[in-house]
């Protein structure tokens, strides 16, 4: 296994050069700021009738600015991931793991300062990234002891959830979304490949000293991660309705959180990844908003 490992690493970090930073790739003066930036289904109020009322021109600013909520949360999720990798450098075994975690501090790195550039260029802005932080998933984020089960899989579900709706994006939009932000999402998803498979391979080497006793008590803790996690990517908050133009956000959040339709979109995006996880002893639930 630490051979696999190490082999493993020095294969994500012969991908990962030579390295291209997002900002330059981008064709920011291409933006459309008149486009969808995400599909009509990947919108939180898609599939009820409320939705299919509003006028053409406020689905597209509701999908701008839910974009806009899922990249804020990506920020906050990419500080926690830096912070950490840049903790493990210390803790580090050999040259190839050291080498890697330098590769993915410098990715995640360009992911946050090309979502920046995507609020300077649009000029949508919202609260603070900071704000709306959800409490567990930030606590266990940050200080989850370093290698051990737990950790790895705080970075397995927080690297994943966010990962399958940059999927959607890439993969649905081709005809609908923006082409800059679908160019975005691809990016993202091609160095999240890389970041999943060393959390995934880090897990699987981490479960194989896990007793089912332990795996029984880490349970609760997943469960409550993965709602986290999708409550924060999944359901906008009040902000991004009100900034939309749609008043009384809080009611319209509760709408999203109550659509049928948003509940079946989530747990198509994550039942690969909720799977996984139940192959692996862990007795997760599906999540609910």
Known sequence: MAHAQHSLLEQLSTNSSPYHDPLTRLDWEALDINAYWLPPEAISLYGTREYDELPEATRIRLSQYEFMGFIHAGIWLEAIFIERLAKNLRHTQSAAELAYYLHEIREEAGHSLMFLKLMERSGLRLPSVWRNRPRMADFLGRHAPINTTLFWLAV?????????????????????????IRQMCTLHVIDEARHIAHARSALDASLLRTRNWQKKLLTPIVNR????FVQTF???????YELAGLNRGRVWREL??????????ILKCLNPSLNQLRRHGFAVKDPVL
């Open 256 to 265: 999203a959180r109550h659509n049928p339709a948003r509940q079946a979109f």
């Open 156 to 180: 397995t579900v927080g690297e994943e959830v966010p990962d399958k709706l940059n999927r959607f994006v890439r993969t649905q939009g081709e005809t609908v979304v923006d082409p800059v």
């Open 225 to 228: 991660l993965i709602r986290q």
């Open 234 to 240: 999944y359901l906008p908050t009040v902000d991004v």
